[in-house]
């Protein structure tokens, strides 16, 4: 019951950190076409990235918001006591904020890109730390771990919202 308990409290934090996103992301959509994707994350890390345009970065940032919430539907449907499933979960969640990391965006938005760097890294730390917890039945090792937990998603939401409203400001 415990391992259950644990693993609904962190799909619950992972649920509600996606629907702020995909609001703050929403919020920041003024292309016109979404259907343009970003091909950079195609690039290995060992060939030479150029700067996104404009409307791609954007596009680019209204993908990794998509991709959250697909995630988020995967994360509503989890068996609770499956704990291998729980892991593989968190570990896809963090694709899509190293792909969005990895982009070289243009100029204008390369403040806003730092933010946004800086609000995926903490969600790939919580991402981290939940995974360590999935499982815990220590109570006391779990309650310790709150307040770090609590911590990364403050920064992540805080780092995501100033990005997209310096995304919004550039416009």
């Not at 969640?93 to 890109?113: G, I, R, T």
Request: hydrophobic fraction near 35%; charged fraction near 20%; proline fraction near 2%.
């Amino acid at each position: 019951m415990k391992k259950t308990n644990s693993l609904k409290k962190i799909l619950v934090g992972i649920t509600a950190f996606c629907m702020v996103f995909s609001l703050v992301a929403c919020g920041n959509d003024n292309s016109n076409d979404n259907a343009s994707k970003s091909n950079t994350g195609n690039t290995s890390q060992s060939e030479q990235q150029t700067a996104l345009s404009k409307e791609d970065y954007q596009a680019s940032f209204s993908q990794l918001s998509a991709d959250l919430q697909s995630i988020q539907s995967q994360a509503s449907n989890i068996d609770l006591t499956d704990v291998d499933a729980a892991k593989s979960l968190l570990e896809d969640l963090k694709k899509p904020f190293s792909d969005f990391m990895n982009q070289v965006p243009p100029a204008e938005y390369k403040e806003a890109h730092e933010k946004i760097t800086s609000g995926c890294q903490a969600m790939i730390d919580y991402i981290d730390a939940c995974s360590a917890l999935v499982g815990e039945t220590d109570t006391t090792k779990i309650q310790e771990a709150t307040g770090t937990l609590t911590g990364y998603l403050q920064t992540a939401v805080n780092d995501l919202m100033e990005g997209s409203e310096l995304i919004s400001s550039t416009n």
